[in-house]
């Protein structure tokens, strides 16, 4: 869903490799979607002359150093969300996507969906910001899974909390810089020492605009996707801003001269990934612009670590071999 179905829709793109751990479970992959090669390394991968980009989908450990030896071997890197496992492996890969002249990009896919645009739109009909909430909660009932792996960079906050992290900052005005989020509390419901399974934050933009995120894997919250911004001349709910192709909702409230005035829409789009991956494209063959920047992957995790610090649980730390 994330990169094959959106590769088979983009003009241009073409998945022509695969890298496992497992060559046996790689060559599967490999026949059931039709990929031409397949490398028993992932480092493999950067060697091969006929690819010019690569897909890090591995756990959030695995993401500084593989992206990192990929943009140094010119490819380049669309990386699974969170970007890293804390702000300071997240400057490391900006650095050297910088250094190499690759393009970065952080999956987060919900951004380039038209849904995002038009939120965006809607929030300079508010007036000045008075406060954002975002949440993301799935149930994930499986304590094996490598989302509760403190080694593997896993944590509620790490998975479904990115995303209200980058939601919140993307709508209070912040996204696209390097300032991240100040923390004023913030809370974990934990699966295992140091491995939460539901994180809650209060937290605020340097301009004062309040910001509350919540997030969980395992909690009585069951679901929930939404963000909430109330500005001094209105107010707007959004359903679903994850992967809105699924089901989504925006309402508007606007204060206006004649009494309040409520409008409901939905926003016609594609898949996110589709998005997504042409926005990769572009700014691969045409250098063009796009708002998931490894920059701001370094404002998210520096957000992230400070929610881990104010809870009083370390940050989470990169596979480093």
Same mark, same amino acid.
């Given at each position: 869903?994330?990169l094959l179905?959106?590769?088979a829709q983009?003009a241009?793109?073409?998945?022509?490799?695969?890298?496992a751990?497992?060559p046996?479970?790689a060559a599967?992959f490999a026949?059931?979607?039709?990929i031409?090669?397949?490398h028993?390394?992932?480092?493999?991968?950067?060697?091969?002359?006929?690819?010019?980009a690569? @897909?890090n989908p591995l756990?959030n450990?695995?993401?500084?150093?593989? *992206?990192?030896?990929a943009?140094?071997?010119g490819?380049?890197?669309l990386?699974?969300?969170?970007l890293?496992?804390?702000a300071?492996?997240?400057?490391?890969?900006?650095e /050297?996507?910088?250094?190499?002249?690759?393009?970065?990009m952080e999956?987060?896919?919900?951004?380039y969906?038209p849904?995002?645009?038009?939120?965006?739109?809607?929030?300079d009909?508010?007036g000045p910001?008075k406060?954002?909430?975002a949440?993301?909660c799935i149930?994930?009932?499986?304590?094996?899974?490598?989302?509760?792996r403190k080694?593997l /960079?896993?944590?509620?906050?790490?998975?479904t909390?990115?995303? /209200?992290?980058?939601?919140?900052? *993307?709508f209070c005005g912040?996204?696209?810089?390097?300032?991240s989020l100040?923390?004023?509390?913030?809370?974990a419901l934990?699966?295992?020492?140091e491995?939460?399974?539901a994180?809650?934050g209060r937290?605020?933009?340097?301009? !004062?605009?309040?910001?509350v995120i919540e997030?969980s894997?395992l909690?009585?919250?069951?679901l929930?996707a939404r963000?909430?911004?109330?500005?001094?001349? !209105?107010?707007?709910?959004?359903?679903?801003?994850v992967v809105?192709?699924?089901f989504h909702?925006l309402? *508007?409230?606007?204060d206006?001269p004649?009494?309040r005035?409520?409008s409901s829409s939905l926003v016609p789009g594609? /898949?996110? @990934?589709v998005?997504?991956l042409e926005?990769?494209r572009d700014a691969?063959v045409v250098?063009?612009p796009?708002?998931s920047?490894s920059?701001?992957g370094?404002?998210?995790m520096?957000?992230i670590d400070?929610?881990y610090?104010k809870a009083g649980m370390?940050r989470?730390e990169? @596979?480093?071999s």
């Amino acid at each position: 869903m994330a990169l094959l179905r959106p590769a088979a829709q983009v003009a241009g793109v073409d998945v022509v490799a695969v890298a496992a751990r497992d060559p046996a479970r790689a060559a599967t992959f490999a026949r059931k979607h039709g990929i031409r090669a397949v490398h028993e390394r992932y480092e493999a991968l950067f060697d091969d002359e006929g690819i010019d980009a690569i @897909y890090n989908p591995l756990p959030n450990s695995h993401h500084k150093t593989l *992206t990192i030896r990929a943009l140094q071997a010119g490819k380049h890197v669309l990386c699974e969300k969170p970007l890293a496992a804390n702000a300071d492996d997240a400057r490391a890969m900006h650095e /050297a996507a910088v250094h190499s002249g690759k393009v970065l990009m952080e999956a987060f896919h919900w951004r380039y969906h038209p849904l995002a645009a038009r939120v965006l739109e809607e929030i300079d009909r508010l007036g000045p910001l008075k406060r954002v909430r975002a949440s993301f909660c799935i149930p994930l009932p499986l304590p094996g899974d490598i989302r509760f792996r403190k080694d593997l /960079a896993g944590g509620a906050l790490m998975d479904t909390g990115c995303y /209200a992290v980058n939601i919140a900052r *993307t709508f209070c005005g912040v996204a696209g810089t390097a300032r991240s989020l100040i923390v004023d509390d913030a809370k974990a419901l934990l699966m295992s020492p140091e491995v939460d399974r539901a994180f809650s934050g209060r937290l605020h933009t340097p301009e !004062g605009v309040e910001v509350v995120i919540e997030c969980s894997l395992l909690s009585s919250r069951l679901l929930s996707a939404r963000a909430q911004i109330e500005g001094e001349r !209105g107010s707007i709910d959004v359903w679903n801003p994850v992967v809105p192709q699924f089901f989504h909702r925006l309402r *508007t409230c606007i204060d206006e001269p004649a009494g309040r005035r409520w409008s409901s829409s939905l926003v016609p789009g594609q /898949a996110t @990934y589709v998005h997504q991956l042409e926005a990769f494209r572009d700014a691969v063959v045409v250098a063009a612009p796009f708002p998931s920047t490894s920059l701001d992957g370094i404002a998210n995790m520096a957000t992230i670590d400070a929610l881990y610090a104010k809870a009083g649980m370390s940050r989470r730390e990169s @596979y480093s071999s």
